[in-house]
C-alpha cells in the first residue's frame, strides 16, 4: 500500500514526479476539476492546524472529492476506548484515504500498517513530510534545481520539519547545515540524521551541524526556521527556549551572512520577534506565503499518486 509517512519512504524519481505533477496541477486546476471525483479523505487531528487542514480540505473539494475532518479528542481513540489498529481498520473501510497529524509518529505507522488505503502524514513530533515536499516545489520556483544548492536551518534542531529537511536534502543531492544549541535536546535525532548521511552519500550531498548560527548560514541559497515552540512543547519550557534560541533568530544581520539572492522559508506559524524578525519575514527574501499556498498544489499531487499512480507520468 502506497503512503506518506516518512519523506525518507519515497525515491528521488517519486519525489521529482510529485512536483512535477503539482506544477501541473498549480498552472492549468481546472484540468483536475474531477481527478478525485466521489474520493473521500479522512483528515484525523490530535494537534492544532491552519495549513495543513484547510489545504487538504480545499484541494479535495477542487478534485471533486470530500473531505472529513475527525478531531481525535472526540473519538472513541482519544477517549481510551479503541485501539489505533481498530480506528485504522474502520476507518478504511470508509475513506479512499487517510491523513493524520499525531502526536507519536509510532501511532501514524501503525495507522498507516492497518487502515488498507493510503496513509499521509499531515505531522508527527518527529517528522512533517507534506510540508517539505511544498518547501522543494517552492525552492524549486525560486532556485530552478534542488540539487547543489545550499540550504541552512537554524534554530531548534530536534524538530519534524528538521528531520524532514535533513531526509530530503540526502536524497534529492542538496546540501544543508543545521546551527543549533550543541545540547542534544535541541540537535537532530542521531538516527535520522545517520539516515540523511547515508542518503546524502549516494546524491553527494553535505550534512552539517553547527554550533553557530552565522557559519551555518554562510553562502546559502536557502534559510529556514521554524518555531521554538513547537506545537508538542510544553509551555513551561518557553522561557529556556528563548534563552537558548536567541543567537539563532534570523534577523536582517543574521541574513547578511547568507548568498545575496538567498530566499528565506518558514513553514509557519511564525513567532514573530522570536524565531524570526518581521523585517526578514515581511522583507523581500522572503517566500512564506508562496510556499504556504504550494501546501495546496502539493497536496493535490500527493493524493493523485496514491490514488492514481499513472496520473503522475503524465
Ligand atoms: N505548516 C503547517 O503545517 O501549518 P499548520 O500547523 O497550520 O497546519
Ligand atoms: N515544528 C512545528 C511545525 C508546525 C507546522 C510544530 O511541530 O509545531
Known amino acids: ?28 486546476p481546472a484540468r483536475y476539476r474531477d481527478a478525485l471525483l466521489d474520493r473521500t479523505l479522512v483528515m484525523l487531528f490530535e494537534k492544532p492546524s491552519l495549513r495543513t487542514r484547510v489545504s487538504f480540505e480545499a484541494a479535495m473539494t477542487q478534485m471533486g472529492g470530500h473531505a ?6 472526540d473519538s472513541p481513540l482519544g477517549r481510551g476506548k479503541e485501539s489505533i489498529e481498530d480506528t485504522a481498520r474502520v476507518l478504511g473501510r470508509y475513506a479512499d484515504l487517510l491523513m493524520a497529524r499525531l502526536y507519536r509518529h509510532e501511532d501514524i505507522v501503525r495507522l498507516a500498517q492497518h487502515a488498507g488505503v493510503p496513509v499521509i502524514n499531515g505531522l508527527t513530533n518527529d517528522e512533517h513530510p507534506t510540508q517539505i515536499l511544498a518547501d522543494l516545489l517552492t525552492i524549486l520556483e525560486c532556485k530552478g534545481r534542488l540539487a547543489g544548492l545550499r540550504l541552512a536551518y537554524v534554530g531548534d534542531g530536534l524538530n519534524n520539519v528538521t528531520h ?10 542538496m546540501h544543508m547545515r543545521v546551527g543549533s544549541p550543541n545540547d542534544p535536546a535541541y540537535r537532530p535525532d542521531p538516527a535520522v540524521l ?10 553527494g550531498a553535505r550534512i552539517e551541524v553547527l554550533d553557530d548560527a552565522r557559519a551555518a548560514v554562510r553562502g546559502a541559497d536557502v534559510v529556514y526556521t521554524d518555531s521554538w515552540m513547537s506545537y508538542h ?20 544581520a543574521l541574513m547578511k551572512h547568507a548568498r545575496r539572492d538567498a530566499i528565506f522559508l518558514h513553514c509557519l506559524p511564525a513567532t514573530r520577534g522570536c524565531e524570526v524578525t518581521d523585517d526578514v519575514i515581511d522583507g523581500p527574501a522572503s517566500r512564506v506565503l508562496q510556499e504556504a499556498e504550494n501546501r495546496l498544489h502539493v497536496h493535490k499531487a500527493v ?12
Open 1 to 28: 500500500m502506497r503512503s506518506l509517512v516518512s519523506i525518507a519512504q519515497w525515491s528521488r524519481s517519486t519525489i521529482e514526479r510529485v512536483l512535477k505533477l503539482a506544477l501541473e496541477i498549480k498552472h492549468e
Open 68 to 73: 472529513i475532518y475527525y478531531d481525535l479528542r
Open 164 to 173: 524532514s529537511l535533513l531526509l530530503a536534502a540526502g536524497r534529492m543531492g
Open 194 to 203: 545517520r539516515r540523511a548521511r547515508i542518503m546524502a552519500r549516494a546524491t
Open 233 to 252: 512543547i510544553p509551555e513551561d519550557q518557553m522561557e529556556e527556549r528563548r534563552r537558548r534560541f536567541l543567537p539563532y533568530q534570523v534577523n536582517a
Open 303 to 314: 493524493m493523485l499518486y496514491l490514488l492514481h499512480p499513472a496520473a503522475s507520468r503524465l
